[in-house]
């Protein structure tokens, strides 16, 4: 899948992250986009690098890889950033 879609699929896991995980966050909603991004295109590189298959297309499997890695880095930009 190319880098597109997973700016796509982070622009949304970036709000999904933000909803399932609500707070007061430095930079505020446009900061959890582009951390959300960042995440997607990370956790589509690392589960495809551990073998979780092949990250293809806008499917269910790549769209979780999108919003885990978009959550995981979240939570270090708030650890980071206390």
């Not at 990250?55 to 650890?79: E, K, Q």
């Amino acid at each position: 899948m190319g880098i597109i879609a997973w700016i796509i699929f982070g622009l949304i896991a970036g709000a999904i992250a933000k909803l399932i995980m609500p707070g007061k966050d430095p930079g505020g909603f446009i900061v959890t986009i582009i951390i959300g991004i960042l995440g997607a295109v990370v956790g589509g590189w690392i589960g495809t690098a551990l073998g979780f298959g092949s990250v293809s297309g806008f499917n269910v499997g790549s769209f979780a890889v999108a919003i885990l890695g978009a959550i995981v880095l979240l939570v270090l930009y708030r650890v980071v950033r206390k």
